[in-house]
């Protein structure tokens, strides 16, 4: 009976035994020149942002250790320290500033998520004219912060403006100023903040609701729950992704909003418009405390990214990043 060959275990691999890792090292190495290559054309574009955003920061940090002011810009600068830190424990102003950008962001933003929630649900109700309708109500947010200014300044006018005017209807023949009265200012610029801004909060929360599955209002319907009880139990809980971005954005735009007040009232009558933001522009640009101003700015940087950590930590334990 003839011998049948088998291929002995020392036998040296084939041609095609070396193809497969061949083929494999040659396709890392291309991996690895197109890695570096993107790295290449991106550095560029690296070192301008960080030299726009980075090299600005620096510069105003090591600034705000200085007691310098902008009349003084042939003089040398006289290092203080912490000194501009230690000053702003005990300024009274900027306490006010505080206060006025806690209350203008808590109220806002709540407002905003509330009816921004309710009527993103009533639009998702909506089968015929809803692309129309979400067009019209993202109109408050298309338009500039000074021309919402100047728009609500017609409005806000204690002679002939809406509100006056709609006032006289119901016999009350005096203007309301609210521009110039010190308990109506800040809820006055709410309202603003709320008309042009809530339009995002239902942009955000309407594209969320759009991608429930239907199964689960069906399914809740079923079992008799009401459209409250949807909301509550179905809705928001699914939505909390999208609160806490709408939180993350507004939130951190909303504390440093400056143009609006600037254009209207810049921070009065007295201080009850004053905010964080428009304080440490006016202490550098009106009274030109330079260095003092550059700390406040530091302020802002700082208490901005502490409040931005938070949300972003909760929306890591959301799985959204």
Partial sequence: MPKVLTPSAHASPSL???????????????SGRSHRLAYVFITPAVVVLLGLIVG?????????????????????????GLANYRAMLHDGLLGTAVRNSVIFVVVSVSVELVVGILIATALTEVTRGRHLATSL????????????????????????GTISQALTLFGHQNGLDVLGSAQLVLPGFIVIDIWQWTPFAILVFLAGMLS????????ARVDGAGKFRILR?????????????????????????????????KGGP???????????YQE?????????????????????????????????????F
């Fill in 16 to 30: 095609g035994d070396w193809r497969e890792p061949v083929t494999l090292r040659s396709s890392r190495r291309r």
């Fill in 212 to 219: 429930v599955p239907e199964e689960l209002y069906e399914a």
């Fill in 56 to 80: 600005p920061l620096v510069y105003s940090a090591v600034l705000s250790l200085y007691r310098w002011q902008l009349t003084q810009i042939n003089t040398a600068k006289a290092y203080a």
């Fill in 137 to 160: 109500i993202l109109l408050p947010m298309i338009v500039t912060p000074v021309v919402a200014a100047l728009i609500w300044q017609y409005i806000y006018n204690p002679q002939f």
């Fill in 270 to 280: 007295g201080a009850a418009s004053e905010t964080v933001g428009l304080y440490a």
């Fill in 284 to 320: 550098g640009f009106t009274y030109f405390n330079t260095g003092y101003s550059m700390a406040l700015g530091v302020f802002i940087l700082v208490t901005v990214f502490i409040i931005s950590s938070a949300y972003i930590r909760l929306l890591r334990r959301r799985q959204v």
């Fill in 233 to 265: 139990s179905i809705t928001v809980p699914v939505l909390m992704p999208q609160v806490l971005v709408v939180l993350l954005f507004r939130t951190m735009d909303a504390y440093r909003i400056f143009d609006t007040i600037y254009v209207l009232t």
